[in-house]
């Protein structure tokens, strides 16, 4: 009987949790695929802003009227105080988000006519907090690029400084990483986040506060 009462309850904690996933798989997403989107060719990099508005609530813009270009090859620094609308601009670059007004286009290519994945295939983006996944350094790396090599991987550690950490730990890139990385420092997270996006070689990077928990001498060797 006390089994019987047990299994119970495990069955109402998997018909709950069956629910809260049904109910998240029906979400239809704020971004969608246009029918008839085509394929991003090899972009040299040229982002440009006409006349962006954007709010989360559209009663209050964050953005109003924006225009910006950013040439191919250039490094862009968008500085301002918080709430400014820094990390929205970011989120409109890479399509999380499209504007109410405005276009936002790469190389001449309105981001809404083409492709979710050419698009994310070419344009990078390291978060403040990147989510890293319950799986192995290597991993986790690899994400973007899962047929990539030890060696790629290790390279693209070396490159950003987490070779030292690698070194260290018993089962170097294949540890196992906690979700969320709860294993690692919030530094450690940024470097593993910024060596995912070099093994990807996008075409865009954009680092929104990427390098914000990691130490100077760090912070200079990943730039």
Do not use: C, W
Not at 95 to 115: A, C, K, Q, S
Not at 155 to 179: N, Y
């Amino acid at each position: 009987i006390q089994q019987m009462a047990q299994l119970y309850n495990t069955y109402q904690q998997g018909s709950a949790g069956l629910s809260k996933l049904r109910d998240l798989l029906a979400v239809e997403p704020s971004v969608t695929e246009a029918p008839d989107a085509v394929e991003l060719p090899t972009i040299e990099g040229r982002i440009t802003l006409e006349g962006v508005s954007f709010g989360y609530d559209p009663a209050n813009p964050v953005l109003h009227d924006v225009d910006l270009e950013i040439l191919p090859g250039e490094t862009y620094s968008l500085v301002g105080a918080t709430g400014a609308g820094k990390s929205t601009i970011a989120k409109l670059v890479t399509r999380f988000y499209d504007p109410t007004e405005g276009r936002v286009l790469i190389d001449g290519h309105d981001l809404r006519g083409v492709t979710i994945g050419s698009l994310r295939r070419q344009v990078g983006v390291v978060p403040q907090e990147p989510f890293l996944f319950n799986g192995t350094l290597r991993d986790n790396i690899a994400f973007a690029r899962p047929t990539a090599s030890d060696e790629d991987v290790l390279e693209a550690a070396r490159v950003v400084g987490l070779d030292d950490l690698i070194e260290r730990l018993p089962d170097g890139i294949d540890t196992a990483v906690h979700e969320r990385g709860s294993s690692l420092s919030s530094g450690e997270r940024q470097l593993l986040a910024l060596a995912r996006a070099f093994l990807a070689r996008p075409r865009v990077l954009v680092l929104d506060e990427a390098t914000s928990n990691l130490d100077l001498k760090s912070e200079q060797m990943v730039e």
